[in-house]
């Protein structure tokens, strides 16, 4: 079984429908905390790095093989739980920032929230020097995104995203990186020439895999 910590119910129907298509017979265990997310807003993720293990330890107990954290903005904290907790803790970012090194140098994140940019573009370094490649990332927060988000105006959210990248060009970028799980579907908007990437499937591929080998 895997359990998939999320700090958005929106994420449940995401995951659920990815693994249907992809790894039908997993099982998924849901576990939502949208405070998480609102007091690492605030003050930043290490203040709510208590409650994370705690959350993880109840999930591991429960019978959980590997668990899955599909937000960037506590994902580093709950990924170094993992010693903790007794079993393998993913964050859904860390494939599609390797993949993002793999494709080229300059890469551009795009997110919706201020308090993702920093662990994702601390992630794609981690990745680069990993691979012993040199990249410089560039962060566009895209302006009143969250706040559509924030009132279930999803479609409005997504096409603000897919607008971002859009004015993201071949000139300026190799690559794009939605920082987000739930602006994956903006994807499916974009016209742009750059590549651009998303965490959900590549995340949840490295999760179910771990899950097996538990």
């Given at each position: 079984?895997?359990?998939?910590?999320?700090?958005?119910?929106?994420?449940?129907?995401?995951?659920?429908?990815?693994?249907?298509?992809?790894?039908?017979?997993?099982?998924?265990?849901?576990?939502?905390?949208?405070?998480?997310?609102?007091?690492?807003?605030?003050?930043?993720?290490?203040?709510?790095?208590?409650?994370?293990?705690?959350?993880?330890?109840?999930?591991?107990?429960?019978?959980?093989?590997?668990?899955?954290?599909?937000?960037?903005?506590?994902?580093?904290?709950?990924?170094?739980?993992?010693?903790?907790?007794?079993?393998?803790?993913?964050?859904?970012?860390?494939?599609?920032?390797?993949?993002?090194?793999?494709?080229?140098?300059?890469?551009?994140?795009?997110?919706?929230?201020?308090?993702?940019?920093?662990?994702?573009?601390?992630?794609?370094?981690?990745?680069?020097?990993?691979?012993?490649?040199?990249?410089?990332?560039?962060?566009?927060?895209?302006?009143?995104?969250?706040?559509?988000?924030?009132?279930?105006?999803?479609?409005?959210?997504?096409?603000?995203?897919?607008?971002?990248a859009d004015a993201v060009s071949g000139v300026d970028a190799d690559v794009i990186v939605l920082a987000q799980a739930s602006m994956a579907p903006a994807r499916e908007?974009?016209?742009?020439?750059?590549?651009?990437?998303?965490?959900?499937?590549?995340?949840?591929?490295?999760?179910?895999?771990?899950?097996?080998?538990?």
């Open positions: 079984m895997l359990a998939l910590l999320h700090t958005s119910p929106v994420h449940v129907p995401v995951f659920d429908a990815l693994r249907d298509d992809t790894h039908p017979g997993l099982e998924l265990r849901h576990h939502v905390d949208e405070e998480l997310l609102s007091r690492a807003r605030e003050h930043g993720p290490d203040a709510v790095a208590d409650d994370i293990r705690g959350v993880l330890a109840r999930v591991a107990a429960g019978g959980a093989r590997a668990v899955l954290c599909t937000c960037s903005t506590i994902g580093a904290v709950a990924e170094a739980a993992g010693s903790v907790v007794g079993v393998p803790v993913l964050r859904v970012d860390r494939p599609m920032a390797a993949a993002a090194v793999a494709a080229g140098a300059r890469i551009v994140v795009l997110a919706t929230v201020e308090s993702t940019i920093a662990p994702t573009t601390e992630l794609i370094e981690e990745e680069a020097g990993r691979a012993g490649r040199c990249v410089t990332v560039r962060a566009v927060l895209v302006p009143g995104a969250f706040e559509r988000f924030a009132v279930g105006d999803g479609e409005g959210y997504v096409r603000l995203v897919a607008g971002a908007l974009t016209i742009t020439s750059v590549p651009v990437l998303a965490s959900p499937g590549l995340g949840l591929a490295a999760a179910a895999w771990a899950a097996s080998q538990g």
